[in-house]
C-alpha cells in the first residue's frame, strides 16, 4: 500500500492527504449530521480520491448543479429550513466536500482550505470535550500543512517540511491565542453561540414511564460533578432532586397540574435547620432547565450572569432558560429540612388520585392493608412501615432487566415478577399508598456518586439516575421514602452498581490488571474535569478574578480590554525590534544584491546563489545589447559597481564603503527595469 502511494504524483498525493484531513475534520460530526449527508459526503470524498489515483478528470458543472439542488431539497426536507446551526453545518459539510470535486487551481485549494477551518470550528457547536479539541487540534495542523504546502509549489518539498513549517506556525501562535482567550471580554450574548432546539440527550426525562430510567444504568456518561467545601456527607445522604411526578395516567408518571400560585395547589412551606452544607456543581448540558442540588436547598444557588433560579412548589429548582452548555453554579442545603403543609389541605387530593381500571390487584391489597385490625387506625408512618417489611420479606429483588410491564404495572410486580429497578419499584410503592388515600408522590433525580482521589470531585453519572417516593404525613409534611433501600440496601448505601456488559477490551483490562481500568478511567475523568474547570468555565468573572490578582481594584471589562490592547501593541513592538535587529545581523551587500535577482529573475534572467554581478551584468547586456544610455547599460554598470564595492581594493585616503553601499542602494530604487 504505501509502495502504491509512493509510485502515485505528486498533486495525486497532496489531494489524498488533504482529503483525509477532510475526513478527520467531519469525523465528529457523523453522529450530529442527518444520515443522508454523511452517507453524501463519504462518498463525493471517495469518489474524488478515485479520480485522483486514476488521473480522471474532473466531473463537469452539470454533476455539480445536480448535486447542490439535491442537497438543498435534503436539507429542507430534514430541517424545514435552510437557515439555523444544523441546516447550516449541513450545507456547510456538502459545500465543503462538493469543492473538492472542483479541485483545479490553488484558490479551488485556498477556498477548501478556509471552508474545512470553518467546519473544523463547527464541531464545538456539538461538542466542547477535551478529546473534540484534541482531534481538532489534529485537524488544524494538518490543514496548516496543506496551506503551508500551497504556499511552496518551487520544488515541490515533502510535506515533512510542511508539516514542519505548519507545527512552529502553531507553536509561535500559541502566545497569542492563550492571550486572547485570557483577556479577551467574554460579554453575553457575543461569547458563545447559540443553541437551536432543544437535541435528545441522554439524562432524566420530565416524566416517566415504568423501564425509562432502567435505560439510564447503562449510560456511564457523566451527569454532573461535585466539589464540596469540607467533609462531603454520607453516600446515603446524596439525594439530587429533580423532576418531581404527582400525576398518573395507569401508564406515564407526569408533573403536578397545580403549582402554589393555584387555589388548591400545595406551597413549598420549606423549613430548614441545622449548618448548610457547601457544595459546586459542574452541570453537564441537559437542554432542560433543571438545576440540580441536594435536598434541600433553601437558597438561590449561585449561578453564572445571566441565568436566575426558582424554586418550585414541589422544592425543585429551574434556570430561567435551558442549560445547553456547561454550568457552574454554587449552592448549600440542609440535610435537616421538613416541607409541605402539616395539615391536611385541598391540594393533596391530586396526590391521591389514581385512575380507574388499572392495577385492580394492588388496590384490593390495599384494602387488605387497611383492614388488618392493628392498621385500621393506623397513621401514615405505620403503612409505610408496612410496605416497606412486605418488600423487604416478600422475595423482591433488585434488577436492570425485569422485562417488559404491561398495563397494571403494580399488580405484575406486587405479585408476579416481584423484580425491578428503582422506577418500577418506587411507582408500585406509590400507586399502593394512594390506594391506601395516602398521599404520595415520586422524585426523580441523581442518588450518589464516585469520588475521583486524583481531584477530590464527585462524580455524579447518568446511570446513578434514581426514583424514589415521598409520602404526607400530618405533623411532619412530606416525607421521604426510597423503597429501593430494602429491596437493595447495597445500592442506596455502598453503591452497588448494575453494571452494563462490557466489551472485550475492558474485560481484557479487568482480567489483566482489577485496578487498572478503574485507575485509567479515574485519570482521564479528572483531566476532562481540569479541562471542563479551567478552559470551558472560563467565565468573565473568572476574567476579573485575574485582573484583581494583578492589582485592579475594581475591574472591569473595559480593563480587559485595555490589558488586551496594551499586550498585544507591546507584542507588535517587540516583533518589530526584533524584526529590525535580525535584519541588521544579515549581510546588507547580499541583501542588495538578492533584492536584484528576484528583479532579474521576474524580467525572465533566472540565477542562482553562486551567481556574482559581472555574469548578471553580462546576461542583461546579452539579452537587451550594449547600447548606451539605455536602461539596460545603466542596469549592468550598477551590477558592475555592486561587485567593485564588494571586493575591489579601497584606494589609500579612501572613507568607509558604508557610504558607497548606501548611495548604490538609492540607485537601486531608482533603476528602469528591462520588461
Not at 479528572?526 to 476579573?544: F, I, K, P
Not at 541583501?591 to 521576474?602: I, N, P
Request: aromatic share 10%.
Amino acid at each position: 500500500m504505501l509502495s502504491r502511494l509512493q509510485s502515485l504524483h505528486r498533486d495525486a498525493r497532496d489531494t489524498l492527504f488533504l482529503l483525509a484531513v477532510i475526513a478527520w475534520v467531519l469525523l465528529p460530526q457523523v453522529n450530529e449530521l442527518p444520515l443522508w449527508c454523511s452517507a453524501l459526503a463519504g462518498a463525493v470524498l471517495l469518489w474524488r480520491g478515485w479520480l485522483a489515483v486514476k488521473a480522471q478528470p474532473l466531473p463537469g458543472k452539470r454533476w455539480l448543479l445536480l448535486l447542490m439542488a439535491l442537497t438543498l431539497a435534503a436539507t429542507w426536507l430534514t430541517h424545514r429550513t435552510l437557515l439555523g446551526r444544523d441546516a447550516g453545518v449541513t450545507l456547510l459539510v456538502v459545500l465543503l466536500t462538493l469543492k473538492t470535486l472542483e479541485l483545479r487551481a490553488k484558490r479551488d485549494a485556498f477556498v477548501i482550505f478556509f471552508l474545512s477551518f470553518f467546519c473544523m470550528l463547527s464541531n464545538f457547536f456539538y461538542s466542547q470535550s477535551l478529546l473534540t479539541a484534541l482531534s481538532m487540534l489534529l485537524g488544524l495542523l494538518g490543514l496548516l500543512t496543506m496551506l503551508v504546502n500551497a504556499h511552496m509549489p518551487v520544488g515541490r518539498p515533502p510535506l515533512s517540511q510542511a508539516a514542519k513549517t505548519a507545527g512552529w506556525m502553531a507553536l509561535l501562535g500559541t502566545p497569542i491565542m492563550l492571550v486572547l482567550f485570557l483577556l479577551f471580554p467574554r460579554l453575553a450574548p457575543l461569547w458563545g453561540v447559540p443553541s437551536d432546539a432543544p437535541a435528545g440527550r441522554s439524562g432524566l426525562s420530565s416524566s416517566m414511564q415504568v423501564g425509562t430510567i432502567a435505560s439510564l444504568a447503562l449510560d456511564e456518561s457523566v451527569a454532573m460533578r461535585i466539589k464540596f467545601d469540607g467533609a462531603p456527607p454520607r453516600k446515603q445522604d446524596m439525594y439530587f432532586r429533580g423532576p418531581v411526578l404527582a400525576t398518573f395516567d395507569g401508564r406515564e408518571w407526569r408533573p403536578s397540574r397545580l403549582n402554589a400560585s393555584a387555589r388548591f395547589g400545595v406551597a413549598a412551606d420549606l423549613a430548614v435547620s441545622g449548618a448548610p452544607l457547601k457544595y459546586e456543581v459542574t452541570l453537564e448540558p441537559t437542554n432542560r432547565p433543571w438545576l440540580f442540588v441536594m435536598e434541600a436547598a433553601a437558597q438561590v444557588p449561585a449561578l453564572p450572569s445571566g441565568f436566575q433560579g426558582t424554586m418550585q412548589p414541589d422544592l425543585q429548582w429551574l434556570a430561567n432558560r435551558p442549560i445547553n452548555d456547561l454550568l457552574r453554579y454554587q449552592a448549600q442545603s440542609y440535610p435537616s429540612f421538613q416541607h409541605g403543609p402539616l395539615q391536611t389541605v385541598p391540594g393533596l387530593q391530586e396526590f391521591i388520585d389514581l385512575p380507574s381500571g388499572f392495577n385492580p390487584r394492588t388496590r384490593a391489597l390495599a384494602g387488605e392493608i387497611r383492614n388488618t385490625p392493628r392498621l385500621a387506625r393506623a397513621g401514615t408512618a405505620a403503612l409505610v412501615e408496612e410496605v416497606m417489611n412486605r418488600l423487604r420479606t416478600g422475595g423482591y429483588s433488585y434488577t436492570l432487566e425485569p422485562g417488559v410491564y404491561g398495563q397494571h404495572s403494580a399488580d405484575e410486580f406486587w405479585f408476579d415478577r416481584k423484580q425491578g429497578f428503582c422506577e418500577h419499584i418506587a411507582s408500585a410503592f406509590v400507586i399502593l399508598m394512594r390506594a391506601m388515600d395516602v398521599p404520595a408522590r415520586i422524585v426523580t433525580g441523581y442518588q450518589g456518586g464516585e469520588l475521583n482521589t486524583l481531584d477530590g470531585f464527585w462524580v455524579v453519572r447518568q446511570s446513578s439516575a434514581h426514583a424514589w417516593a415521598e409520602v404526607w404525613e400530618a405533623g411532619r409534611g412530606w416525607v421521604r421514602v426510597d423503597p429501593t433501600s430494602v429491596v437493595a440496601p447495597g445500592r442506596i448505601g455502598a453503591f452497588e452498581r448494575l453494571e452494563a456488559p462490557q466489551g472485550a477490551v475492558a474485560r481484557a483490562l479487568r482480567t489483566f490488571s482489577p485496578t487498572l481500568m478503574a485507575q485509567l478511567r479515574l485519570f482521564w475523568e479528572a483531566t476532562n474535569n481540569s479541562w471542563n474547570q479551567w478552559v470551558l468555565n472560563y467565565t468573565q468573572g473568572r476574567q476579573l478574578n485575574l485582573l484583581k490578582n494583578l492589582g485592579f481594584e475594581s475591574p472591569s471589562w473595559e480593563d480587559l480590554s485595555y490589558m488586551l490592547i496594551a499586550i498585544l501593541v507591546a507584542a507588535a513592538l517587540l516583533g518589530a525590534g526584533w524584526s529590525w535587529w535580525d535584519r541588521s545581523q544579515h549581510d546588507p551587500w547580499v541583501r542588495l544584491l538578492t533584492r536584484a535577482r528576484h528583479r532579474l529573475d521576474k524580467a525572465g534572467i533566472p540565477s542562482t546563489p553562486a551567481t556574482s554581478p559581472r555574469q548578471l551584468a553580462e546576461e542583461v547586456l546579452a539579452r537587451y545589447g550594449r547600447q548606451p544610455g539605455s536602461a539596460a547599460q545603466a542596469l549592468a554598470d550598477w551590477l558592475l559597481r555592486l561587485e567593485q564595492q564588494r571586493y575591489a581594493a579601497a584606494p589609500a585616503g579612501a572613507g568607509k564603503a558604508a557610504p558607497q553601499l548606501h548611495a548604490l542602494r538609492q540607485e537601486f530604487s531608482r533603476l528602469s527595469w528591462p520588461a
